[in-house]
Nanobody
């Protein structure tokens, strides 16, 4: 079964850092652009970052530019999201997904969603 599993979430104080991981099993996702999205309670699922299969192109939401870094290790079938200078407004469930065509910035362009990992930033 093809699946993505996120890990690394937790509770952190404002200004702190976390590194999320997204590991694929089943199929290899090394040829896919991979993305991270987040969803806070009662809100839409918002784009955070995406990375091309080669790692040569990155895309970030304005709200995380300069603070978050997306990377990947295709040999490990894993995508990472390094989150620094975290703010309370970054609190959400974070999901990774594989891009399946269309805009990188909308969740409807992605398949194979993971179950999500909770990130909570306290003030």
């Amino acid at each position: 079964q093809d699946q993505l599993v996120e890990s690394g979430g937790g509770l952190v104080q404002a200004g702190g850092s976390l590194r999320l991981s997204c590991t694929a099993s089943g199929r290899t996702f090394s040829s896919y652009t991979m993305g991270w999205f987040r969803q806070a309670p009662g809100k839409e699922r918002d784009f955070v970052a995406a990375l091309s299969w080669s790692g040569g192109r990155t895309y970030y939401a304005d709200s995380v530019k300069g603070r978050f870094t997306i990377s990947r290790d295709n040999a490990k079938n894993t995508v990472y999201l390094q989150m620094n200078s975290l703010k309370p407004e970054d609190t959400a469930v974070y999901y990774c997904a594989a891009h399946n065509g269309g805009s990188y910035y909308v969740h409807t362009s992605y398949d194979y969603w993971g179950q999500g990992t909770q990130v909570t930033v306290s003030s």
